[in-house]
């Protein structure tokens, strides 16, 4: 008989907010394992409204949020409502509850899943302040559906909902730069792969999770994610590019924290995974990465390192084999080999691939490549009085791109 998956929703709060065994939300609220095992089963009791209460600050979220039954006596409405949707009421996004439930149909899956994979298609090309409400729209529309579907429709209703979420999440983080709101989203979009009981989903969540405290500084935190994204992949099956992607998350974050050397052991360990390859399909989600995107990656740590010859022969490399669907990316390399040259003292070469990153920001706004050519503006602080720093200067401030920058 197949192991029964017990309470998700608050299996995924618990490892999203940082407790990566039942023991440690145990001793996090002072009571007994047993209990935290009790509460994570088919079945899990009601807390006692001192613990309760406890245990929805510590995870951020309502006990119905975390898969807990309300006491007999509650409204057959709420009831029937799932996690997510009361998620999404608790930040304003959810529709008006209905008097009825209406039983979807088996096509409200494929009808759902389409919208998802358009808006993952129209991510690379569509201004993030314009896709993210959307996004977040058709979340609440998934919110709605899912408590009013069954068996497989339930399933790939919660696995494009937790798609969706993903997508929102990537946006508020790479496009908006709100690590909090990206925190809060992504938790969301565990507790839908949650739901789906989709590992790989689970993983590539988990691990956007990591990027948060990667780029604060917070190793210990990225590590501790890092190691339940793995966990959640070997579940899988996992293909060579979730596997290969992965690694790269935990060298970017690595890079982040000043431990160049470990990150690119852990990218010749993703080379290494893609060249041996896998019999496990990729997940169309996983429209992120790609060998090019991986030497990217590399380019960027191999700057960070100081490895300047290898990082521009790399970062080259790179911008010639990106296609015509990668502007963003292609703003983030630019900004690198602009980084490479003015730490090489080449500062016209610098300005340059900056001026060149800011004619791609104009078409295609992307918040990370804006980063980088701030970043190097910076480096170019002692050439400021050069003519080509300063036709630099009226570029990075001119109407368009600071009235952009400022927007958002």
Known sequence: MARRPGNTRLKSARVAAGYH???????????????????ESDTPPWPHPEIGQA??????????????APPSGATPERGRRSVLAATAAAVGLAAVPTQAVAVQPATAAEDFMSVTRSHRRLYWSVAPATLHPAALAHATLGCELLPESAGQTRQRIAVALAETWLLAGRIEFFDLRDAARAQQTLLRA??????????????????????????????????ERMVAARTYARRGPASAELLAWLDAVEAECETRCGHTRTALHLIGHAEDVLAAGSDHATPEWLDWFSPVRLAAFKGNTQLRAGHLPQARQTLLGVLDALG????????????????????????DAACGYAVRAIDQLERTWYAMGMDRVREVRRMLAPHQHEQCVRELDDRLYGWSTTVSALAR
């Open 190 to 223: 565990l507790q839908a792969a949650g739901e789906a009981d989709d590992p790989l989903l689970g993983a590539a969540v988990l691990a956007h999770t990591a990027f948060i405290p990667g780029w604060a500084g917070d190793r210990e935190a990225a590590v």
């Open 21 to 39: 065994s039942q023991q440690a939300l145990a001793d996090a609220l002072g009571v007994g394992v047993r209990q935290v095992r009790r509460w």
């Open 324 to 347: 015509a669907t990668d502007e963003k990316q292609m703003t983030v390399v630019l900004g690198d080999l602009a980084a490479v040259e003015a730490a090489a003292g080449s500062p």
């Open 55 to 68: 245990l929805a600050q510590l995870l951020g979220q309502e006990l119905t949020s975390l898969g807990f």
